[in-house]
């Protein structure tokens, strides 16, 4: 009982971090039930075992990682030596806006020059493959928000989220990248130049403290929390499936504001922000990057601003 009592409330969450199948929702649960991190190191196996979505099997591979406690301040140490903070939510540093949903990271890892984020960040995210007007687009967004106070977020992929971030930093601005990978590798390999700019004029955000390799399931994990640090997240072009349009759902899923760009053109990349606009979303034209920047400022007029827009449409299709 000493040694548990020695023990850092960090350490408690890195060990259930480190359960093969137990993901953040089901770490909440747990949090819920018992207390605390280290409640649950204590709890009895029938205990946890008879929790909804719990069984023998998981219970049993939670309590058996109490065993590897002196590897998991090891593997704290290694981060701290590489500059890397490691947060839990028991932390005074760790985001608020990320803290308040069901699924917020049990860890989250950060590195760079911005150590505290507030409330004022914004996602733009879309296509790998953007058109050049989509580019021109995401620059113009990028640069004009962060020159209003803004923190553009984005997931240092190709396409969009390059023009996002290199858009902040072109405006003197800050900017987060988030990876779903760890960080000592960046995905994709070319963005590693784009990353260390991020690094220090930003940070990089990384819910993973052990070594994890890109797939698929990690890169759509990483969108929940993309949309997750911001107060809104704009969607500039996308096809109907892709990481934009799960960045997007999850911001709706967080009661969080979605914006998406109105193309005139029928391109398969203006069917995502077409699907967004028909489900709810803000629209705003390619060349209406003052009304962004005007309803992230005062988000009060997007209602506003969304009346006059049905009204707008009505009006055109009397004219037809």
């Given at each position: 009982?000493?040694?548990?009592?020695?023990?850092?409330?960090?350490?408690?969450?890195?060990?259930?971090?480190?359960?093969?199948?137990?993901?953040?929702?089901?770490?909440?649960?747990?949090?819920?039930?018992?207390?605390?991190?280290?409640?649950?190191?204590?709890?009895?196996?029938?205990?946890?075992?008879?929790?909804?979505?719990?069984?023998?099997?998981?219970?049993?591979?939670?309590?058996?990682?109490?065993?590897?406690?002196?590897?998991?301040?090891?593997?704290?140490?290694?981060?701290?030596?590489?500059?890397?903070?490691?947060?839990c939510p028991e932390d005074t540093c760790y985001p608020s806006q990320l803290k308040r949903l069901p699924d917020a990271p049990g860890i989250l890892c950060s590195v760079g020059t911005l150590t505290k984020?507030?409330e004022r960040c914004v996602a733009i995210v879309g296509s790998k493959a953007p058109s050049i007007a989509g580019i021109q687009l995401t620059l113009s967004l990028a640069t004009q928000l962060v020159l209003?106070?803004?923190?553009?977020?984005?997931?240092?992929?190709?396409?969009?989220?390059?023009?996002?971030?290199?858009?902040?930093?072109?405006?003197?601005?800050?900017?987060?990248?988030?990876?779903?990978?760890?960080?000592?590798?960046?995905?994709?390999?070319?963005?590693?130049?784009?990353?260390?700019?991020?690094?220090?004029?930003?940070?990089?955000?990384?819910?993973?403290?052990?070594?994890?390799?890109?797939?698929?399931?990690?890169?759509?994990?990483?969108?929940?929390?993309?949309?997750?640090?911001?107060?809104?997240?704009?969607?500039?072009?996308?096809?109907?499936?892709?990481?934009?349009?799960?960045?997007?759902?999850?911001?709706?899923?967080?009661?969080?504001?979605?914006?998406?760009?109105?193309?005139?053109?029928?391109?398969?990349?203006?069917?995502?922000?077409?699907?967004?606009?028909?489900?709810g979303a803000f629209p705003f034209a390619p060349t209406e990057v003052h009304k962004v920047v005007d309803v992230l400022t005062h988000p009060e007029r997007l209602e506003t601003y969304a009346t006059g827009?049905?009204?707008?449409?009505?009006?055109?299709?009397?004219?037809?």
């Amino acid at each position: 009982m000493t040694d548990l009592q020695e023990k850092t409330p960090i350490e408690y969450w890195l060990a259930l971090a480190s359960v093969d199948g137990l993901g953040s929702v089901r770490i909440r649960r747990l949090i819920a039930r018992f207390g605390s991190a280290q409640a649950i190191f204590e709890a009895e196996l029938p205990e946890i075992a008879r929790l909804p979505s719990f069984n023998p099997v998981l219970a049993s591979r939670i309590l058996t990682v109490s065993g590897n406690f002196p590897t998991f301040r090891e593997r704290l140490d290694a981060l701290k030596a590489q500059e890397v903070r490691v947060m839990c939510p028991e932390d005074t540093c760790y985001p608020s806006q990320l803290k308040r949903l069901p699924d917020a990271p049990g860890i989250l890892c950060s590195v760079g020059t911005l150590t505290k984020l507030d409330e004022r960040c914004v996602a733009i995210v879309g296509s790998k493959a953007p058109s050049i007007a989509g580019i021109q687009l995401t620059l113009s967004l990028a640069t004009q928000l962060v020159l209003a106070g803004f923190t553009i977020v984005s997931g240092l992929a190709a396409g969009i989220d390059t023009y996002a971030h290199s858009g902040a930093l072109a405006g003197m601005g800050k900017t987060v990248g988030v990876v779903g990978t760890d960080l000592s590798g960046i995905y994709p390999v070319q963005n590693n130049p784009l990353a260390m700019k991020v690094y220090e004029h930003g940070c990089l955000f990384s819910e993973h403290p052990f070594p994890t390799t890109p797939s698929p399931g990690n890169l759509i994990q990483r969108n929940r929390i993309i949309s997750g640090l911001s107060m809104a997240t704009i969607v500039v072009e996308a096809p109907k499936t892709g990481g934009a349009m799960h960045t997007a759902r999850y911001a709706q899923r967080q009661d969080r504001a979605v914006l998406a760009c109105r193309w005139d053109t029928q391109s398969a990349l203006s069917e995502g922000p077409r699907e967004l606009i028909r489900t709810g979303a803000f629209p705003f034209a390619p060349t209406e990057v003052h009304k962004v920047v005007d309803v992230l400022t005062h988000p009060e007029r997007l209602e506003t601003y969304a009346t006059g827009t049905a009204s707008e449409q009505m009006g055109l299709f009397e004219a037809e």
